[in-house]
């Protein structure tokens, strides 16, 4: 536990390493399939629509005709997750100066930070529907 | 004559001879049959790295951890069985650094005779004073020294920089670490001038730099235990 004194001092200078959150934002900028591949039989509770997509076979074997048979896999839907998607917090250090126009947005539009923020992702392709970034306080 | 327990080499300057000391100074101590360890707390684990386990360096205890939620950690566990532990940090103002300034009975801060480098090593030394001001340093403040590195002798901006300093009351230390070439040869094998040539020039700037530091340290510790 570290006194306040402390924490202000830390307040003011970076992480030595990056984190982990803000890496993972950064190298995959398009959407993100949230589970890859689940199995068919076992449906789970709750689980994101579901829709069926052939594998593709390779192109060798499509010439020939042949080849091993490719049973179609079940991915999952990257659009509209549910709304009762849980949810995570995220850390990114950003400059000062966007901090502080974020804050100012908010407060103009009576919006969350969230909410401003959810709308850059969606408005640079990120796969986020509008219940998602609507303001949860309204 | 008191060895300090936790020796941290801080400045935000990048370049400015921090994991050379670190490294150096960990191998004077260990010829002189102390037990030294190091925490590469550097992201760049410029020590961990070239660091050897096999070679002539290898009963230096050596741990690399540069996140700031661990390395207090590191450093008190290797506390527990070597003295001193040297912690090298990253070369620009980060958490690190902090939570290991925090925990240190001396920052050493090196500096080049060159602006950036005295700007920096100045924000070091001033941080420390703030973090003397906390309640996790209150009644055993870190002490700090400023040391000249790669500074070629007689020359004149080496002579302002001292100048300047010491006539701002800031503690830099007689000892300097003259530009030699037998840190970077070493390096690239790991190893540092005090095991590899002993009774060489570089080996006994070390071994001036580890006497100061040792005398100034004991000499501040007594005066307060008085």
């Given at each position: 536990m570290s006194s306040k004194q402390l924490e202000s001092i830390m307040g003011r200078?970076?992480?030595?390493?990056?984190?982990?959150?803000?890496s993972v934002v950064a190298a995959a900028p398009a959407p993100v399939i949230s589970e890859p591949v689940v199995e068919a039989a076992?449906?789970?509770?709750?689980?994101?629509?579901?829709?069926?997509?052939?594998a593709p076979q390779p192109k060798a074997a499509k010439a020939k005709g042949e080849g091993r048979v490719v049973?179609?896999?079940?991915?999952?839907?990257?659009?509209?997750?549910?709304?009762?998607?849980?949810?995570?917090?995220?850390?990114?250090?950003?400059?000062?100066?966007?901090?502080?126009?974020?804050?100012?947005?908010?407060?103009?539009?009576?919006?969350?930070?969230?909410?401003?923020?959810l709308q850059g992702l969606q408005a640079i392709g990120f796969e986020i529907s509008d219940e998602q970034v609507r303001d949860r306080r309204r | 004559m008191s060895l300090p327990h936790v020796i941290v080499l801080a400045t935000g300057?990048?370049?400015?001879?921090?994991?050379?000391?670190a490294r150096s100074l960990a191998a004077h101590w260990l010829s002189t049959r102390h037990k030294p360890a190091v925490v590469d707390a550097d992201p760049q684990a410029s020590i961990a790295s070239f660091h050897d386990p096999e070679g002539l360096m290898k009963a230096i205890a050596l741990?690399?951890?540069?996140?700031?939620?661990?390395?207090?950690?590191?450093?008190?566990?290797?506390?527990?069985?070597?003295?001193?532990?040297?912690?090298?940090?990253?070369?620009?103002?980060?958490?690190?650094?902090?939570?290991?300034?925090?925990?240190?009975d001396l920052v050493l801060i090196p500096l080049k005779a060159a602006a950036e480098d005295v700007r920096e090593a100045i924000h070091m030394y001033e941080l420390i004073q703030e973090l003397n001001g906390t309640p996790e340093r209150e009644g055993r403040?870190?002490?700090?020294?400023?040391?000249?590195?790669?500074?070629?002798?007689g020359t004149v901006i080496a002579r302002h920089v001292r100048k300047e300093l010491e006539g701002n009351g800031y503690p830099l230390l007689a000892a300097e670490v003259t530009q030699r070439v037998a840190?970077?040869?070493?390096?690239?094998?790991?190893?540092s001038?005090?095991?590899?040539?002993?009774?060489?020039?570089?080996?006994?700037?070390?071994?001036?730099?580890?006497?100061?530091?040792?005398?100034?340290?004991?000499t501040r510790h007594v005066v307060k235990a008085a």
């Open positions: 200078v970076v992480k030595a390493t990056p984190a982990p959150a803000l076992k449906p789970q509770p709750e689980a994101p629509k579901l829709q069926q997509v052939a049973e179609p896999k079940t991915i999952a839907e990257p659009a509209k997750a549910p709304a009762a998607e849980p949810e995570r917090a995220i850390q990114a250090y950003v400059p000062v100066s966007v901090a502080k126009a974020i804050n100012i947005r908010a407060a103009q539009e009576d919006a969350t930070v969230r909410s401003i923020i | 300057k990048g370049g400015a001879g921090k994991s050379t000391i741990k690399a951890d540069p996140e700031v939620e661990t390395v207090h950690q590191s450093i008190q566990e290797l506390s527990e069985r070597h003295k001193p532990v040297i912690v090298d940090t990253a070369g620009f103002r980060n958490q690190t650094t902090v939570m290991a300034a925090i925990n240190a403040p870190i002490e700090a020294f400023m040391v000249l590195t790669m500074t070629t002798p840190y970077p040869e070493f390096s690239m094998r790991g190893l001038p005090s095991i590899v040539e002993p009774d060489g020039a570089a080996a006994r700037d070390i071994a001036a730099l580890a006497a100061e530091i040792t005398k100034k340290f004991g």
